[in-house]
Structures are given as C-alpha cells and as structure tokens.
C-alpha cells in the first residue's frame, strides 16, 4: 500500500525524472557547483536555484552569463536568452550547461562584471605554471 505522498513525493508535489533531469556547471567567484535541474527549467527558477545554492539573499543582484556557440559570453536576463541556451545546450548534446555567476551586475551595457575576465570563457585552453 502506497500513500500519495509516498508515491508523488513532499504530499502531492511530483517526484522527478531522475533520468531526464539537466545538468548545471554553475561558476562563481572561482567555485564550480554541478546541480542537476528540470529540463523545462524557466528563468526565475534559474535564478532561485542560484538563490538557493549560494546562499544569497532574496535582493542580491548577480548575473548570469552562458558561452554560446561561437565563444561568446552571452547574459541570461529572461526566458528568451534561457530558452536559446538549452536549445543550443540539447543540440548540442553538451554534457553540461554552463553558467557563470557574477556578483552584481555590469556597469553599463556591453562591459564586463565585476571579476569578469575574458580568458575565464576559453575551452580546452592549455595552462602553463
């Protein structure tokens, strides 16, 4: 005998797909978290999961930035950015989405955040000590 909360979860939420679940390579002030989120995962759940996981307050301003498919940083300010990234992210076949997480937000449109730096976005790049 199953109770519905037993099968559906926390008392009538349903459980998740542990199978289709997406997977988050999140990056901020030098700490890379992996998470795993729901395929259909919508902007302001992005931004609560980060939220959440960083332990900001509810009024914390960051930002956001995924690397499309021409090397370029790109900053997710709402669904529509999202919504390219994870078509990109499935077509793709990316094992990860990749996002960066930026204290505060940039000074004027076009120019970096805080401790951003360019060579931050290079893949595969090779790293001599």
């Not at 795993?36 to 930002?63: G, M, W």
């Not at 900053?75 to 505060?104: C, Q, W």
Request: hydrophobic content about 35%; glycine content about 6%.
């Amino acid at each position: 005998n199953y109770s519905p909360c037993s099968v559906r979860g926390v008392c009538g939420q349903k459980m998740p797909d542990l199978g289709n679940l997406m997977k988050l390579k999140l990056i901020y002030d030098g700490t890379v978290t992996i998470t795993e989120v729901e395929p259909e995962i919508d902007y302001q759940q992005l931004q609560d999961t980060i939220l959440a996981l960083y332990h900001f307050n509810a009024d914390t301003q960051f930002t956001m930035k995924w690397v499309d498919d021409e090397s370029d940083p790109c900053m997710l300010t709402g669904d529509l950015e999202l919504t390219e990234a994870l078509r990109l992210y499935r077509i793709n076949k990316e094992p990860f989405l990749v996002i960066h997480v930026f204290s505060g937000v940039p000074p004027e449109p076009g120019m970096p955040c805080p401790g951003e730096d360019c060579k931050m976005y290079r893949r595969g790049a090779k790293r001599w000590n």
